[in-house]
């Protein structure tokens, strides 16, 4: 069994920055793709960035591009979604996400928690 963990995120002003963490249980960590998912009041969940079982590749939803960095730490068990320029409408709960493969499309079969960030204007 697999268990996410997200933390860091918080309130904080539109311009601002903040650092999302998402620690995994596990021996398999580096052996599959993590993404970044957000669900905002009265929306759907949607993808916001993923990156491969390496590292090597990562993908971007457009709507955060050039905004958010997502990277890992296979050594430690974490992945992390740095975030700038934050903006009112990034207003959701984050959750991270393990997928079915090396690769960060398809399937997301275990999901944390997630954790609130609220962007004030």
């Known amino acids: 069994q697999v268990q996410l963990v997200e933390s860091g995120g918080g309130l904080v002003q539109a311009g601002g920055s903040l650092r999302l963490s998402c620690a995994a249980s596990?021996?398999?960590?580096?052996?599959?793709?993590m993404g970044w998912f957000r669900q905002a009041p009265g929306r759907e969940r949607e993808f916001v960035a993923g990156?491969?079982?390496?590292?090597?590749?990562?993908y971007y939803a457009d709507s955060v591009k050039g905004r958010f960095t997502i990277s890992r730490d296979n050594a430690a068990n974490t992945v992390y979604l740095q975030m700038n320029s934050l903006k009112p409408e990034d207003t959701a709960v984050f959750y991270c996400?393990?997928?079915?493969?090396?690769?960060?499309?398809?399937?997301?079969?275990?999901w944390g928690q997630g954790t609130q960030v609220t962007v004030s204007s």
């Open positions: 996400a393990r997928s079915r493969s090396r690769w960060p499309g398809g399937e997301y079969d275990y």
């Open positions: 990156i491969s079982a390496s590292g090597s590749v990562t």
């Open positions: 596990g021996r398999t960590f580096s052996s599959y793709a």
